[in-house]
């Protein structure tokens, strides 16, 4: 196959928020940056971005769409539709060579890896059409849109407590359904009673409710419980082994993501050469923070350009 004899400044592997982000940053730098679009952005399906200035409540996709329109005003940046399947150190020099799905071959100074992450929710029947909108992990995105109706968390023990009490924030009605034993120490258990919150431990058949709207929590025994909003915990995962490829290496578990990229605070990895931002490398991930992100790990990458680092 033959090979893109392009040596790009800069590839960027995801056009999402952080992906753009970047883009934006290098293309005002004069950088010459391919940005590789796999448009499988996990926020796609969200009706809309809450907490972003200037953008609360817009579509993720309009956001996207506004950005990629951005970049075009830059000669030197360049979006291709693909998906990148495999890296590895140029043998010639000290850049990078990625292979996309289709054959292509493209080489670079510097990576930078805004790929996203797979969201892994509970396999609960009627969480997946209800996913980003009335069923949702993260309140500070969501909650506004269900406040003060019966909201619920769908968890146990103390993650449960944890995510129930902060619920609490929106909603004076919110249930704890942990779907089987509690598992709650006796001090949550009295910080659910003081704060209100209701403990249900029946076993769950599934969520009720028109389209992508939820009304009630639906139990084995054929009982309901009405709830509007639900919270539920997720894990996120790589969707690529592109970064260890790379020679990046991972954080290890956290809170919310099972291999999150390890950076230093400019966005580097472990692999010289290769940055990375937006969700894969973070343990609280929201668009807000992925922007930022994409940012700052285009300037560092401007600087490395610059000073040959």
Known sequence: ??????????????????????????????????VIDAGRQSNRVAHGIGGLLGHDGRPPTELY??????????????????????????????????????GARVRARRVLLATGMDYRHPTLPGIEERWGRSVF?????????VRERPL????????????????????????????????LAAEDAEQLRAAGVTVDERPIAGLRGPGDTLAAVAFADGAERPCEGLLVPI?????????????????????????????????????????AAGDVSVQMPSVANAIAAGSIAAAMIVHDVAFGG
């Open 1 to 34: 196959m033959n090979e893109n004899e392009t040596t790009w400044d800069c590839i960027v592997v995801g056009a999402g928020a952080a992906g753009l982000s970047a883009a934006l940053v290098l293309g005002r730098a004069r950088q010459r940056t391919l």
């Open 65 to 102: 769409a506004a950005g990629r329109e951005e970049l075009a005003a830059y000669p030197s940046v360049e979006l291709r539709a693909g998906e990148v399947l495999a890296g590895e150190r140029d043998g010639g020099g000290d850049g990078f060579v990625l292979e996309l799905a289709d």
């Open 137 to 145: 992990h993260c309140p500070f995105c969501h909650g506004w849109e």
């Open 152 to 183: 619920g968390v769908l968890d146990r023990g103390e993650t449960g407590a944890r995510r129930a009490l902060l619920l609490r924030v929106w909603s004076d009605d919110v249930t704890l359904f942990a779907d089987g034993p509690a598992d």
């Open 235 to 275: 894990t996120m995962h790589q969707r690529s082994t592109l970064a260890e490829q790379l020679g990046a290496v991972a954080a290890g578990p956290g809170p919310v993501s099972a291999d999150a990229i390890d950076v230093d605070a400019q966005l580097r990895t472990s692999a010289g050469g290769v940055f």
